[in-house]
T-cell receptor, first 113, second 113 residues
Framework: DTAVSQTPKYLVTQMGNDKSIKCEQNLGHDTMYWYKQDSKKFLKIMFSYNNKELIINETVPNRFSPKSPDKAHLNLHINSLELGDSAVYFC????????????FGQGTRLTVV | QQQVKQSPQSLIVQKGGISIINCAYENTAFDYFPWYQQFPGKGPALLIAIRPDVSEKKEGRFTISFNKSAKQFSLHIMDSQPGDSATYFCAASNTGSARQLTFGSGTQLTVLP
């Protein structure tokens, strides 16, 4: 069983389109995250979310929005896609308690053309 | 401002050798320091982690050394194997940031057979 699963694995789309990436975790975790990995492999937090709190990295454009229908899902919606949004996006989850492991999905490679 | 600095960017080691990757952090509120391993096309996976109340943690061939006063920590891979070839990320988080991980820039490790 996949602990953190993302769909799709690859996404190619044109500039200006709106797209969503789905994420589901079956670990019973209470906190989920979205990270962006750029072409130089640098990983940066975008959002963290549990049922009480959304923390947004201030550098994330407001075209990006997380949507959580329930505790096991955290989808990423992106409006008006730009070339610079091309990257690999990783969903992750963990318990909110200190010093606990974050589990990552396999990533979604987004290419904006 | 990069809060976790990682070096070297790339590392080539002979099979059986010792691989050493170093990280330094700035935020003294960090209280959890994991190392993640990432293979191509996969998400990062936790390798080993340490809290600042201990100076060393060993798991098999992997050891974290932690120097709180210097705000530095390092990963040592003993008896490096070709299967260890991957990208390694140090990271840090604190209780006050909803467990968001701040990653170093990554080290591409190649172990030659």
């Amino acid at each position: 069983d996949t602990a953190v699963s993302q769909t799709p694995k690859y996404l190619v789309t044109q500039m200006g389109n709106d797209k969503s990436i789905k994420c589901e975790q079956n670990l019973g975790h209470d906190t989920m995250y979205w990270y962006k990995q750029d072409s130089k492999k640098f990983l940066k937090i975008m959002f963290s979310y549990n049922n009480k709190e959304l923390i947004i990295n201030e550098t994330v454009p407001n075209r990006f929005s997380p949507k959580s229908p329930d505790k096991a899902h955290l989808n990423l919606h992106i409006n008006s896609l730009e070339l610079g949004d091309s990257a690999v996006y990783f969903c992750a989850s963990s318990h909110r308690t200190p010093n606990t492991e974050a589990f990552f999905g396999q990533g979604t490679r987004l290419t904006v053309v | 401002q990069q809060q976790v600095k990682q070096s070297p960017q790339s590392l080539i080691v002979q099979k059986g050798g010792i691989s050493i990757i170093n990280c330094a952090y700035e935020n003294t509120a960090f209280d959890y320091f994991p190392w993640y391993q990432q293979f191509p096309g996969k998400g990062p996976a936790l390798l080993i982690a340490i809290r600042p109340d201990v100076s060393e943690k060993k798991e098999g061939r992997f050891t974290i050394s932690f120097n709180k006063s210097a705000k530095q920590f390092s990963l040592h891979i003993m008896d490096s194997q070709p299967g260890d070839s991957a990208t390694y990320f140090c990271a840090a988080s604190n209780t006050g940031s909803a467990r968001q991980l701040t990653f170093g820039s990554g080290t591409q490790l190649t172990v030659l057979p």
